[in-house]
Nanobody
């Protein structure tokens, strides 16, 4: 069974940090471009960052550039989040895409995780 499972979300104060992880089962991440997306209540799903299968193509949303870092190894996708702001509060999802180059658009991604809640609040 193909599955993506996120972890690492939680409650953090403004200015704090969190690291999200995404592990795949039923398939190998090696051949997939991967993305992190988030969705806040009442808002559309937003592409936060993505990384191609060889990590040669990495994209960030302007709102998270210089604060978030995406990375991957053979089995896990990561999102290191620093200097967190209340507006980063959302459910964060990872997704896998067979295309060579990653995209921050959620359209075309083949597999999705169930999401992990990130809440930034004092």
């Amino acid at each position: 069974q193909v599955q993506l499972v996120e972890s690492g979300g939680g409650l953090v104060q403004p200015g704090g940090s969190l690291r999200l992880s995404c592990v795949a089962s039923g398939f190998t991440l090696d051949y997939y471009s991967m993305g992190w997306f988030r969705q806040a209540p009442g808002k559309e799903r937003e592409g936060v960052s993505c990384i191609s299968s060889r990590a040669s193509n990495i994209l960030y949303a302007e709102s998270v550039k210089d604060r978030f870092t995406i990375s991957r190894d053979n089995a896990t996708l990561y999102l290191q989040m620093s200097s967190l702001k209340p507006e980063d509060t959302a459910v964060y999802y990872c997704a896998a895409d067979r295309r060579m180059w990653c995209s921050r658009s959620p359209t075309g991604y083949d597999y999705w995780g169930q999401g992990t809640q990130v809440t930034v609040s004092s």
